[in-house]
């Protein structure tokens, strides 16, 4: 696998976005959700750079099931949310590709009545946005490739890695063959 963000690349990254998001809520109340299961490391970080009063939650969305590349039909679990009426509101995602899971999560939360809501992701991937709105918060831009490690998985493998990787094409074919 190729290195793209080197494990200090991204906590720096992390640390600039963290500041900007405290920057914009200064000391008001926050509510943070992240998205299972790849954003949770993101999360854990994102929480302890932050000085604000916080809730924090966690909603599962997945559209990559076992060894695929390819998305599919988006499946959202949100039996874990707090009441988010009246909250501010940030959904923590770890990577922003097509669009779709990130648009069709912030739509199910407005519904659910927030004073607002506002998206973090950790990696935003050049030329495959299929929305036309972007995320709020974008620690990283990176190439059209498929990653792993600081969360992100291939096949439940490789989310401890501390830095963000580029899988090869013979990596993710024996990948499927496990």
Do not use: W
């Amino acid at each position: 696998m190729k290195i793209l963000l080197t494990e200090a690349e991204v906590r720096d990254g992390v640390r600039r976005m963290a500041e900007d998001i405290g920057r914009f809520y200064g000391d008001k109340p926050l509510t943070i959700v992240g998205v299972l299961t790849g954003s949770v490391v993101l999360l854990a970080d994102i929480i302890r750079l932050l000085d604000m009063p916080l809730r924090v939650s966690v909603v599962q969305a997945k559209s990559y099931r076992g060894a695929t590349t390819v998305r599919g039909e988006l499946l959202i679990n949100a039996d874990l949310l707090p009441d988010l009426t009246g909250c501010d509101v940030l959904l923590v995602d770890d990577i922003f590709d097509t669009g779709h899971t990130l648009f069709e999560l912030l739509g199910k939360m407005q519904g659910l009545g927030p004073k607002s809501i506002r998206s973090a992701v950790l990696l935003r991937k050049r030329g495959r946005q299929e929305m036309t709105r972007e995320p709020d918060y974008c620690a990283f831009e990176i190439p059209d490739e498929f990653v792993v490690g600081y969360g992100l998985d291939y096949n439940d493998h490789y989310r401890n890695l501390p830095y963000i990787a580029a899988l090869e094409p013979h990596e993710i074919a024996a990948g499927k063959s496990s």
